[in-house]
């Protein structure tokens, strides 16, 4: 698993400590704010994977905060993590969107294991989410990895940069023509001059290292090409 950010918004140092502790192990940036205003401002300047929040705040209420984040990003998961254990502020917390409610005092062991559960989940869903998969060819969009099988066993191939691009973007566009022009314009830029004869010869390159899966590749004459794989 990739190292995962997540923001803790607690105004006490004890607390703080104790994620810290809890969290012993995982693979994860943990960043502290002790109110609301510091929460925002490191909400503006970075992408967190999941925010823990404790409901009353020296500035305002986490269940307010937890609405507004929601509001501009409704897929971030956020755990109450509060001295707050009526079952009434339970439902206030999982009406206003969180995704787990956990009271203090709690165990680090069950901190770390609710935690490392979620974030294993939101680790898989980014991985499928970056897979394009079909019988011919697995291409990885992160990492730019791209697997060919012309047998089950599957064999990575080496592309350029330039080669990547042009099959990212026939591999979007499944069963569709896609004209020289249009990839000329959106792979080399509207700026660039640079000749369709080019085009042909930079797809030429990539179905050679396509091998035995290179037919997903297809040429339509006088037009441009058409990606054409077999559906798993």
Same mark, same amino acid.
């Given at each position: 698993? #990739? ?12 607390? %703080? ?19 609301? =205003?510091?929460? $925002?401002? !490191?909400? +503006?300047? +970075? ?15 986490? !269940? ?9 990003? *409704? %897929?971030? *998961? ?30 680090? !062991? ?6 490392? &559960?979620?974030? $294993? ?18 291409? /990885? ?9 012309? =047998? ?6 080496? !592309? #350029? ?13 499944? /069963? ?16 660039? %001059? ?16 396509? &091998? ?11 037009? &441009?090409?058409?990606?054409?794989? #077999?559906?798993?």
């Amino acid at each position: 698993m #990739t190292q995962q950010k997540i923001l803790l918004v607690e105004d006490t140092k004890e607390v %703080h400590q104790m994620v810290q502790q809890a969290l012993v192990g995982v693979s994860v940036e943990l960043m502290w704010a002790d109110g609301i =205003t510091k929460a $925002k401002e !490191l909400l +503006n300047a +970075n992408s967190f994977d999941l925010i823990l929040l404790d409901i009353e705040l020296p500035d305002g209420s986490g !269940l307010n905060l937890c609405s507004e984040i929601l509001g501009k990003n *409704p %897929h971030m *998961p956020i755990f109450f993590l509060t001295g707050k254990v009526d079952l009434s502020e339970k439902v206030l917390g999982f009406s206003a969107g969180a995704d787990d409610y956990i009271t203090k005092p709690f165990d680090l !062991l069950e901190l770390k294991a609710r935690i490392e &559960g979620k974030l $294993k989940k939101i680790e898989l869903v980014k991985e499928n989410s970056s897979l394009l998969h079909w019988k011919e060819i697995q291409i /990885n969009k992160n990492s730019q990895e791209v697997s060919i099988f012309p =047998t089950e066993e599957g064999e990575k191939i080496d !592309l #350029t940069a330039l080669e990547f691009k042009i099959l990212m973007f026939l591999a979007q566009r499944p /069963n569709e023509v896609v004209e020289r022009e249009l990839m000329l314009d959106e792979i080399w830029g509207k700026d660039v %001059h640079v000749y369709s004869r080019s085009v042909d010869t930079h797809v030429s390159k990539l179905r050679r290292k396509l &091998g035995d899966v290179s037919h997903i590749v297809d040429s339509v004459h006088g037009v &441009g090409y058409k990606f054409i794989p #077999t559906p798993l």
